[in-house]
Nanobody
Framework: QVQLVESGGGLVQAGGSLRLSCAAS????????MGWFRQTPGKQREFVAG????????AYADSVKGRFTISRDNGKNMVYLQMNGLKPEDTAVYYC?????????????????WGQGTQVTVSS
C-alpha cells in the first residue's frame, strides 16, 4: 500500500507563504492523481487542489485560486503545495491524498490513500 508523509506545515503570519511537501512510498506516484485537502474541527473536509498523474492538469478550490499552486515531481515521488498570501481562514490540517485514476477529483471519498495531515496555522 502507498504511504504518504507530509512536511512543511507550521505557523505563519497572514500574507506569508508556506510550502507543503508530500513524499510517497510503497508505490509509484505517477500512477495516481494527487490531491490536497484541509479540515478544521467541526467542519467538512474541503478540497484544496489536485493534479493529474503527469501534473499537466490541475484543479483548485475557488477560495485558494491564484494563491496556491500544486505541483509534482514523479521522478522523486513528491507532490507540493505552494501557499502564498495566506489568510487566517486557511488555518487547518492539510492532507495529501492519492487517487488511482488519471485526473483529480474534488471528492475526498474517491481517494485511496491519505497522509497523516500537517497543521497550518495563519496568525493575524
Amino acid at each position: 500500500q502507498v504511504q504518504l508523509v507530509e512536511s512543511g506545515g507550521g505557523l505563519v503570519q497572514a500574507g506569508g507563504s508556506l510550502r507543503l511537501s508530500c513524499a510517497a512510498s510503497g508505490g509509484t506516484l505517477s500512477r495516481y492523481a494527487m490531491g490536497w485537502f484541509r479540515q478544521t474541527p467541526g467542519k467538512q473536509r474541503e478540497f484544496v487542489a489536485g493534479a493529474s498523474r503527469s501534473g499537466g492538469n490541475t484543479a483548485y478550490a475557488d477560495s485558494v485560486k491564484g494563491r496556491f499552486t500544486i505541483s509534482r515531481d514523479n521522478g522523486k515521488n513528491m507532490v507540493y503545495l505552494q501557499m502564498n498570501g495566506l489568510k487566517p481562514e486557511d488555518t487547518a490540517v492539510y492532507y495529501c491524498a492519492a487517487d488511482a485514476q488519471l485526473l483529480p477529483t474534488t471528492l475526498g471519498r474517491e481517494y485511496d490513500y491519505w497522509g497523516q495531515g500537517t497543521q497550518v496555522t495563519v496568525s493575524s
